[in-house]
């Protein structure tokens, strides 16, 4: 196999388009693009040429020759995506750009957000002749999630920013970083200086387990926590309980995953990222031994990724074990039988089978202990978390879809903090139509009902997919948006970018723009070097707004 799609794959799709041969896939015309792990390399079709590599935006494509040991099983994994062979076309199908009509003038596009779906919906704004982009944020830094929610062991994962970086540098693209829109300026504002507003404010809150003990002391979200690692200004002074030697996360996806790893990791090893420092500080305290993660379905529903997955289970200062029943449903292990099952699902489900069960006596490593088929009932304690309570739950087949049908079998599992990790949902953006139930703003093809007014991303589609699948999706809404401007469905602007910059201004003095943005990125990064870390991340906005005002700001003299 000449090269192969590695853990790190944010599936962006630049590589397929980039290949001669359409040997990478699903492609984003294909219908489980959307749901798909990551990008597979088919290693019969692959002519070895190489385009890909330098195409793809995080550096997950390598020669088969250059693979780590602990990357060697995604030979297997990129291979069972293409077992069976499909028939493929010669050459993945390039959706042409629609271009906006020259004689209504350049087009001007706001975006609300600052993270994937906004940056790969300015790249795709600027594509436009003439065309202006103002990304605004209400955080003094960009880039969401990728810079606040990727754990600091990912590095590979945060190499979008290299691409961000370079969208971000176009002609006609600006930031207005540090303010709110709702609070500094209203999307009548907007209006006013743009053709178009583009809201790609993402999903950031927290779903509830609704049981009783959740708010207690040692109980909260696995956003807050992954947001306090990772240096975001709110999650700071959060201050997590670390004195106990288990912690519970009850969830099974990516971000679960990474909030384990986080807590079972030697925090030496993390030294060398650029993991926020107090957080760093506080696990070199912690005593941590034992992170359980509590999923209500079996191992064959598991929400983490076999990427994710085979990148935990290749660690070799970490003790992954399994507790108690995978939880296979019947007709999961109808399929198996059958052979019908998912080559990578087959994958996944064999990887977990083959870990050891948790009764197996603990070394010295810390452990993370994948528990299925444990429904939280109530979190225990008086005045703090001391423990969860779970039901034992079965797996059945119902109408198509796997259920956890509880046993009332009852456990208590001891614990000094609970983290719940059950997904994100959109919160609704003043003046704009909000589903409640689907925490999203309702849209046809990115288009609201308001005139002028787009969503992309969570926002749009709720929080499904990775980093990638946001510039398809960015696609679409700028595709909706140029045809509205071509029809002249949206309004002339009625005052131009210089007097909307002067506006910002004035109800924010201390914007943080491009220069600014890029010199809080060049101090984090010296700051870093002197340390031996790749960066070391600010936390203060008021200090950020400090640097990004001046030319010439020291470092701190005690590393």
């Known amino acids: 196999m000449p090269h192969v799609v590695t853990r790190s794959c944010c599936g962006d799709a630049s590589c397929v388009y980039a290949c001669p041969v359409n040997c990478i896939h699903p492609t ?11 990008l597979y390399i088919d290693p019969v ?33 990129n291979a069972a995506f293409h077992d069976p062979p499909a ?11 629609r271009r906006a009509d020259p004689d209504r003038g350049p087009l001007r596009v706001a975006i609300v957000g600052s993270g994937p779906a906004a940056m790969y919906a300015a790249d795709e704004v600027l594509k436009q002749d003439g065309a202006r982009v103002s990304v605004l944020d209400r955080l003094p830094v960009p880039y969401g999630l990728v810079r606040s929610g990727v754990a600091p062991d990912h590095p590979e994962t945060r190499r979008v920013t290299t691409l961000f970086a370079k969208i971000e540098a176009q002609e006609g693209f600006d930031y207005h970083l540090g303010v709110e829109v709702g609070r500094d ?6 209006l006013t200086h743009h053709h178009a507003v583009v809201y790609a404010t993402g999903a950031s809150a927290d779903r509830r387990l609704g049981i009783a003990g959740e708010d207690l002391p040692g109980s909260g979200t696995a956003t807050a926590f992954v947001g306090w690692y990772n240096a975001h200004p709110e999650y700071a002074d959060l201050e997590p309980d670390l004195s106990a ?10 971000v679960a995953l990474d909030v384990a790893r986080i807590l079972a990791t030697d925090p030496e090893r993390l030294a060398r990222t650029d993991i926020a420092d107090h957080a760093l500080e506080a696990l070199r305290q912690s005593a941590v031994r034992e992170v359980i993660v509590l999923a209500r379905r079996g191992a064959a529903q598991a929400a983490y990724t076999l990427p994710e997955l085979t990148g935990l289970l290749a660690r070799d200062d970490i003790e992954v074990v399994v507790d108690g029943d995978l939880c296979l449903d019947p007709e999961t292990v109808r399929r198996r039988a059958a052979g019908e099952l998912e080559a990578t699902a087959e994958l996944a489900l064999q990887a977990v089978e083959a870990l050891p069960p948790a009764s197996v006596p603990r070394g010295e490593k810390r452990r993370i202990v994948l528990r299925f088929g444990a429904q939280p009932r109530r979190i225990l304690g008086t005045d703090r978390v001391e423990g969860i309570e779970v039901e034992r739950t079965q797996v059945r087949c119902e109408d198509g879809r796997a259920v956890a049908v509880p046993t009332g079998d009852l456990e208590q599992i001891p614990a000094g903090a609970v983290l719940r990790s ?3 949902r959109g919160v609704a953006v003043p003046g704009l139509p909000f589903d409640e139930p689907t925490g999203t703003v309702p849209h046809s093809s990115g288009r609201v009902e308001l005139p002028g007014v787009y969503v992309a991303g ?4 709720g929080p499904t997919g990775f980093i990638g699948t946001n510039k398809s999706c960015s696609a679409e809404t700028v595709d909706t948006l140029v045809e509205d401007f071509n029809a002249g469905r949206l309004a002339t602007p009625t005052r131009s970018l210089e007097e909307f910059g002067e506006l910002v201004r004035l109800v924010r003095p201390d914007v943080v723009d491009g220069t600014g943005w890029r010199r809080i990125r060049r101090f984090e990064q010296a700051w870093g070097e002197r340390s031996g870390r790749p960066a070391r991340r600010l936390v203060d906005p008021a200090r950020m707004r400090e640097i990004a005002a001046s030319s ?3 470092l701190p003299a005690a590393l």
């Open 185 to 190: 300026l209203a999307l009548t504002d907007l």
């Open 552 to 554: 010439r700001v020291r």
């Open 245 to 254: 030697e288990r912690v519970v996360v009850v969830g099974n996806g990516n």
């Open 458 to 461: 969570w926002i749009k589609r």
């Open 45 to 77: 079709a692959c002519v070895d040429c190489g385009a890909c590599v330098s195409a793809c935006p995080v550096g997950a494509i390598k020669p088969h020759t250059a693979l780590t040991g602990s990357e060697l099983p995604f030979l297997d994994i």
């Open 87 to 97: 028939p493929r076309p010669v050459q993945a199908p390039v959706l042409p750009i």
């Open 422 to 424: 059950v997904g994100y």
């Open 28 to 38: 984003p015309d294909e219908p489980d693009f959307g749901t798909a792990e990551m």
